[in-house]
């Protein structure tokens, strides 16, 4: 198994505080991203990194926020948490191949 | 309508059955894909990649039919272990931007 933690697993906050979920890889690979995954949906891309400070959004970007300081950690922050952020999210990591990704095991949060 | 489309499920079969999902994306200008196997409360994981001519793994195939915009997967003897959901994903080029999940179909397998 590719390594790749997250943390925290699962995370209960409430409405307007401020969540970071932090992704760690010992793969050394270059692309990183955060995924959230929900109930009919699909994954949904919500950030990616294509290296040590440099990032793009995804499709559902908007109410989070990324950094990436350091090969091996990618972080999510939730600015001010909203129930609509309730989900369960992944963090993936890839080489090239972006189609061919690796994931964490993904952080559970509850927004109340 | 969604951009990639699978059924749901559930599908229950037997241990032994073969079963076949079936995925459709609505951009003709796709250009890879792939299946993704999802354990209950785990991550995804890549299953195989599907290629135009077809293409087999063990107990598992893959068949793409682009005039038809479907992807399909087979499972033959399958096993109490493949029980799991399966993802479909299209992507429009090598970029993870323009890779979409589908929502996934969940088989289990019943002794």
């Known amino acids: 198994d590719a390594g790749i933690t997250q943390s925290p697993r699962h995370k209960v906050t409430e409405t307007g505080t401020p969540v970071t979920l932090r992704c760690h890889q010992t793969?050394?690979?270059?692309?990183m991203y955060w995924y959230r995954q929900d109930p009919g949906h699909g994954l949904r891309l919500i950030h990616y990194?294509?290296?040590?400070?440099?990032?793009d959004k995804g499709e559902v970007s908007d109410g989070y926020s990324v950094s990436r300081s350091k090969t091996e950690d990618f972080l999510l922050t939730l600015e001010s948490a909203t129930s609509s952020q309730t989900s369960v999210y992944f963090c993936?990591?890839?080489?090239?191949?972006?189609?061919?990704?690796?994931f964490g095991p993904g952080t559970r949060l509850l927004v109340l | 309508r969604k951009e990639v489309e699978q059924d749901p499920g559930p599908f229950n079969v037997p241990e032994g059955a073969t079963v076949a999902f079936n995925c459709t994306y609505s951009?003709?200008?796709?250009?890879?894909f792939f299946w993704y196997r999802q354990d209950c409360r785990k991550e995804p994981k890549l299953l195989m990649s599907?290629?135009?001519s077809g293409n087999e793994d063990g107990r598992f195939t893959a068949q793409l039919n682009r005039a038809s915009q479907y992807i399909s997967l087979l499972i033959r003897d399958s096993k109490l272990s493949d029980s799991a959901t399966y993802l479909c994903v299209v992507s429009l080029s090598g970029s993870a931007r323009q890779l979409t999940f589908g929502s996934g179909t969940q088989l289990t397998v019943l002794p």
């Open positions: 793969e050394n690979h270059r692309y």
């Open positions: 951009n003709s200008a796709s250009q890879s």
């Open positions: 990194s294509y290296g040590v400070k440099d990032t």
């Open positions: 599907v290629y135009s």
């Open positions: 993936a990591i890839s080489g090239i191949l972006q189609e061919t990704q690796y």
